[in-house]
Every structure is written in C-alpha cells, then in structure tokens.
C-alpha cells in the first residue's frame, strides 16, 4: 500500500523560506518520479514541482520558478521542496504525489501560511 507523509508546513512571513518534505513508502521509490501540488482555498488543485526518479530532472511551475527547489533523497524515500521569497499567494495546502500503477496516490497535505 502506497503512503505518502508530508511535513514542514507553518506560517511563515513574505520573504521567509520553509522546506516540505514527503516520505514516501510501499513503492520502490527510486523508480518513481514524484511531485508537488498545491491547493488553495476555492481554487483547483494545481501543479507545483516534480522530479524525475533519478532527481536528475526537474519541473517547476512558472509561478515559483527561481524561488521553489524540488529535490529527493532516494536513500531516505524522501522528496523535498525548498521554498524560498514565499508570497501571500503561496499559502495553500501542499501535497505530494506519485502516479503508481496507473493511479494517483496524494498525502494528506500540509498547510503552508504566508503572511503579508
């Protein structure tokens, strides 16, 4: 049974940083490429970051390129997300996420809060 287990939420204030990380189990991780999403209150879920199995790819959304950094640690099942510069319009609930056996597996999200 695939999990996924994110932490490293907070509040935190524009211009702060936080780091998410997503532990992942029940998959051969490294095989796996794996992302990022976020969802804001009455808004869709949307894409983040993601990153090939290998960690040697990455994929940002234009609305934290240069700011976001995703990376993985496949020794520790582990996908990070380094935020940096965090805008009001950065608070959301983050997930992580990994497509596995043609189905979307999501954590149970973490609440990232910027203040203004």
């Known amino acids: 049974q695939v999990q996924l287990l994110e932490s490293g939420g907070g509040l935190v204030q524009a211009g702060g940083s936080l780091r998410l990380s997503c532990v992942a189990s029940?998959?051969?991780?490294?095989?796996?490429?794996m992302g990022w999403f976020r969802q804001a209150p009455g808004k869709e879920r949307e894409f983040v970051a993601a990153?090939?199995?290998?960690?040697?790819?990455?994929y940002s959304a234009n609305s934290v390129k240069g700011r976001f950094t995703i990376s993985r640690d496949n020794a520790k099942n582990t996908v990070y997300l380094q935020m940096n510069s965090l805008k009001p319009e950065d608070t959301a609930v983050y997930y992580c996420?990994?497509?596995?056996?043609?189905?979307?597996?999501w954590g149970q999200g973490t609440q990232v809060t910027v203040s203004s």
């Open positions: 029940g998959l051969a991780f490294s095989y796996y490429a």
């Open positions: 996420n990994v497509f596995f056996w043609g189905k979307d597996y």
């Open positions: 990153t090939s199995s290998s960690g040697g790819s990455t």
